[in-house]
């Protein structure tokens, strides 16, 4: 069955919940633990395997009450803006992460990588004879930013 086109038969079709950095999200997959068994959260206590499923992603020690570095290895999201929430705030990915388009407009990021304080910009969507990506890569380290306020929908891996 294909995903429904309004996002508000989108958040009961897929379960989805507020994203800390604006939008809605639901996981799909989430290294050693239950997609969205913690929400979005690194599961440390709950994952199975830690050995193998938790890898260290440096400079995250701050952000976290518990002060651990280590996080999933692999998550993936369906990631989902809405009229109350149509922007990603400024963000910065401590890992390597792939963005898929799954539908509706092209998604706009601004990037900035700190460490050459470049500024770039990637618009993932469908017509890639147009410069559109699909998927889009992104490298650790690297912030980013969602400019306008069209809709559509993307999911990470």
Known sequence: MPLPNEVKDLIPALGIIPHPEGGFFVETWRSGCEPMSTMGQTGINDCRDATANLVVASGRAANRPDRDERRNALTSIIWIPTLKSPKLILA????DHVHYYQGGHPFRYNLFDPSTGEFSTVVLGPEL???QKNPGAGEGGRME????????RR???
Do not use: A, T, V, W
């Open 155 to 157: 999911s990470r891996l």
């Open 129 to 131: 004879q147009k410069g």
């Open 145 to 152: 930013m969602r400019k306008d306020g069209k809709f559509g």
């Open 92 to 95: 910065s990915n401590r890992s």
